[in-house]
Structures are given as structure tokens and as C-alpha cells.
């Protein structure tokens, strides 16, 4: 898990965004019943972003967070991962007024299919070059789809210097896009859900207690749910 959480954002705007996450059940947690990941592991708890973005008061609060959090950081445009991501990225966009792309995953197969630039919609591709974009995402874990994205926009002669995520689940996320030239900035992670779930009692002291010790060793607490109910 990584212990580094990348740029500042000021603890208050992370424990907001938690909350938010909490009272719109974008945090759900089953400790009887654990959510199966696509990994396969077994985990005490889920993240769906598209909860808060659903709902227009705790979206309206959080671009006016991400907003004044991102002053000073310098972007010419705004992409969005394809699919939630370019949802936030959306409302981030039309939130500071800027241009907004969505990164695809992988090209259409049809119509500008043979370009460079046909994994970017949104933008004409003679405007891409040159411009450095401001990569919006809702979750990080390890940091692999961000590294395709950002490959993506670098591809089509752009340039992404930074990289605004709503959820960090520190998992070496921040680690993975420094490597590559790119700053993280969170507007919340796992460890402020926890403790906001702790401190405003979403969680009992042992549900805190599983939830930390799933951050630290995922593999370990799945071996040990199964074991305990084969």
C-alpha cells in the first residue's frame, strides 16, 4: 500500500468528500458477505463513485472542492477516462470552463479507427498537439488504466503533467504516475473514509479494524475469509 498520498489536498476537503461518499452509499461495505473483486480477491468493501455523481448537491460540492483544491495548477484542457471517468472529468470541465476530451480504452475499429488520435474524442485531432491536459479519474488503485490514458494523450502529441482523481485506494497509485512524470491530486482515499466511517460511526471498531487490515495485506484478509468460511 502506498504511504504516499500525493499532492496536498487540505484534510478537511478529503473528510467532505468522505463523508459525502458514506451518506450517498458510494462506500458500501459487507463484512458477512465481502464484494469479489475483478482480481478475484474477496474484499469488506466497495467504491462506486457514480453515486456521488448522480446526485447533483454532493457533485456540485465536490467540483467546487476540486476546483479551489486545483488553483495554480496550469492545463490547457481536461480529459476523461472512459466511462466514469470521463463523468467527473465532464463536470470538472464545464466547473472551470475548460475544453474536455474523453480518453478511450481502446480505438473504435471504425471511422478515424487507423489514427493516433482516434482513442480522443471530443476535441479535433489538429487541436490536440501541443496542449498539456488535466487527466480526471474517480478511482486510483495501482495505476494501470491512468498509465494508458496518459500514453494515449502523450501518442496524439499531447502532454498530461497531472492527474486528479475523486478516490485514491492507495494501492501504489501515486508511486505508478510519478514514475511516469505525472503529479497525483486526491480529493479523498481509503484512509479518510475509514476514519470519517469510524469517527461518525458508519463503522463499529472492528469493521475499522478488518477495513485497515484489508489496506494492508488484501491477499492475507481474502485467504483469511475463506478459511473461516469454507
Known amino acids: 500500500m502506498s504511504k504516499n498520498y500525493g499532492k496536498l489536498i487540505q484534510p478537511e476537503t478529503k473528510k467532505i ?11 458500501y461495505t459487507n463484512f458477512e458477505e465481502p464484494f469479489t473483486l475483478r ?8 467504491i462506486s463513485t ?17 476546483t479551489a483544491a486545483m488553483e495554480g495548477v496550469e492545463y490547457d484542457a481536461v480529459a476523461g477516462g472512459e466511462l466514469r471517468g470521463a463523468l467527473f472529468g ?3 470541465a464545464t466547473a472551470t470552463k475548460k475544453p474536455f476530451v474523453v480518453v478511450r480504452k481502446k480505438p473504435k475499429g471504425y ?19 501541443g496542449k498539456t491536459f488535466l487527466l480526471c479519474e474517480d478511482l486510483i488503485t495501482n495505476g494501470g ?31 505508478a504516475l510519478s ?16 476514519e470519517v466511517g469510524k469517527d461518525k ?5 472492528d469493521q475499522y479494524k478488518s477495513i485497515k487490515e484489508y489496506m494492508e495485506e488484501p491477499g492475507e484478509w481474502d485467504s483469511k475469509w475463506k478459511s473461516k468460511n469454507k
Request: hydrophobic content about 40%.
Open 50 to 66: 457514480e453515486n456521488i455523481l448522480g446526485n447533483p448537491i454532493a457533485t456540485n460540492i465536490a467540483m467546487t472542492l476540486a
Open 179 to 194: 514514475e511516469v512524470g505525472v503529479e497525483l491530486y486526491s480529493m479523498t482515499d481509503l484512509d479518510t473514509i475509514a
Open 17 to 27: 468528500i468522505a463523508t459525502a461518499c458514506w451518506h450517498t452509499g458510494a462506500f
Open 111 to 129: 471511422g478515424k479507427g487507423t489514427n493516433k488520435t482516434d482513442l480522443i474524442n471530443c476535441m479535433r485531432e489538429e487541436d490536440i498537439p
Open 90 to 92: 465532464k463536470d470538472y
Open 145 to 175: 488504466s491512468k498509465l494508458d490514458f496518459i500514453e494515449a494523450i502523450r501518442g496524439a502529441d499531447g502532454e498530461v503533467k497531472n492527474c486528479l482523481v475523486f478516490v485514491d485506494r492507495l494501492f501504489g497509485g501515486q508511486k
Open 39 to 46: 482480481s478475484g480477491l474477496k474484499s469488506p468493501y466497495y
Open 201 to 205: 460511526e458508519f463503522l463499529t471498531s
